[in-house]
């Protein structure tokens, strides 16, 4: 089973305590226009440790479904995992969901932790640091993808196989473009994962979410830099 998730960066400076404290006993009914139906969303399972707060939060999702001429709508109920890792001088966001939902997840905790927007932000590894992953273990990288080529009508370019570092183009388009989607074969873990420079993490393993929790922790979180940094650095 594929697993998802999504890093990003605190950038408010905020405790472990204070997010716990501030998180806990979160809940927030919606009505479904022209239903008589209220979707939950609420945080729950709240685990703090010296450094780190983890949970879930679980949210109703409407479903809209078509019964002869009539339109029924219902609900199912998603659980997503998410873990506050404190680390100096900053503190990361793991949401462990597909990207368009773990950006709204994230802004919500923005605006309950800071009252606003932007308080949660994207997170962001380098160029750089995917190619010196991808060196980890070379011979397992399966796909990359570039971006910012100085090729004229060529926006993103991409090289699948199993020696790709090996490849006349790779060295051309490592200088005249950015990495910016990795497919490559953890050294340590032996998990085949996809990672991007805005921190979205895709493990093609079959694992328990906990287990991708921690790979994204020991592996990922240190690929991520503690300041913003501009693509071509």
């Known amino acids: ?62 479903v809209r479904l078509r ?7 219902t609900f199912r109920t998603v659980d997503t995992p998410f ?23 994230a802004n919500l905790f923005s605006s309950t932790l800071f009252l606003s927007l932007g308080g949660v932000l994207n997170a962001e590894i380098t160029p750089k640091t995917l190619e010196s992953y991808h060196r980890r273990n070379p011979e397992g990288t399966k796909v990359m993808f570039f ?32 990495i910016w989607y990795a497919v490559v074969t953890s050294r340590k873990y032996g998990y085949i994962v996809g990672v991007t420079r805005d921190a979205v993490v895709t493990v093609f393993n079959r694992m328990s979410v906990e287990d991708f929790i921690e790979f994204v922790k020991d592996e990922i979180f240190e690929l991520i830099g503690t300041t913003r940094e501009s693509p071509g650095d």
Request: charged content about 25%.
């Open 1 to 62: 089973m594929v697993i998802a998730g999504k890093v990003f960066r605190v950038v408010e400076q905020v405790s472990i305590e204070t997010i716990a404290e501030k998180l806990n006993g979160y809940r927030n009914e919606q009505t479904i226009e022209g239903s008589d139906l209220s979707l939950l969303t609420e945080i729950r399972d709240l685990s703090a440790g010296k450094d780190e707060l983890s949970g879930i939060i679980s949210r109703d999702v409407p």
């Open 83 to 105: 873990l506050f890792k404190q680390r100096k001088p900053d503190m990361l966001l793991l949401v462990a969901e597909r990207k368009p939902v773990a950006n709204a997840i």
């Open 147 to 178: 971006d910012g080529l100085e090729i004229p009508n060529l926006d993103k370019i991409s090289l699948y196989g199993p020696s790709i570092s090996d490849t006349s183009l790779y060295p051309t388009y490592v200088s005249q473009g950015n």
């Open 67 to 73: 019964q002869r001429e009539e339109l029924e709508v």
